[in-house]
């Protein structure tokens, strides 16, 4: 992996770190396999009425389940395949350009002196984050 995404990388974890960021990655295919198992199973059992509270049931199974799965950013990051590094590099690059680093941790501190240019790279690791990887997000618990 280029040096330079390694860089991005250390920075975007520093940076969530640094936030207290965590995010909850959706897994929207089971929540909806559990509601719909439970509503087929309600609709066998129970027939129409069944199927209603089968349904509701499930939902607020599978909604009880996923609650409270928030990791930290950092820790989601570092999990990353090398193609969404990448993407993500490019990304939170574009707020970069035309500053110019040596290392990982001249980058971080020319960001962190600038609170503008955090907050710019804050949003765009943000953006990624509900786009790309469809994520929730949580500041500081």
């Known amino acids: 992996m280029a040096p330079r995404v390694n860089d991005v990388m250390r920075l975007c974890c520093d940076l969530s770190a640094h936030?207290?960021?965590?995010?909850?990655?959706?897994?929207?295919?089971?929540?909806?396999l559990m509601a719909g198992g439970s509503a087929f199973v309600g609709g066998l059992v129970g027939g129409p009425p069944g199927i209603a509270v089968g349904g509701v049931v499930g939902s607020l199974l599978a909604g009880w389940l996923s609650s409270g799965?928030?990791?930290?950013?950092?820790?989601?990051?570092?999990?990353?395949?090398?193609a969404q590094q990448r993407k993500l590099c490019e990304d939170v690059s574009a707020?970069?350009?035309?500053?110019?680093?040596?290392?990982?941790?001249?980058l971080v501190a020319?960001?962190?002196g600038n609170a503008t240019?955090?907050?710019?790279?804050?949003?765009?690791?943000?953006?990624?984050?509900?786009?790309?990887l469809r994520g929730e997000v949580r500041y500081r618990d």
Request: net charge positive.
């Open 69 to 82: 799965q928030f990791r930290p950013l950092p820790q989601i990051l570092a999990e990353l395949p090398p």
């Open 19 to 32: 936030e207290h960021i965590k995010v909850a990655v959706k897994s929207s295919a089971k929540g909806a």
């Open 95 to 106: 707020v970069l350009a035309g500053l110019n680093w040596t290392d990982a941790a001249q």
């Open 117 to 132: 240019l955090q907050q710019q790279v804050v949003t765009a690791l943000l953006n990624y984050v509900t786009k790309e």
């Open 110 to 112: 020319l960001v962190m």
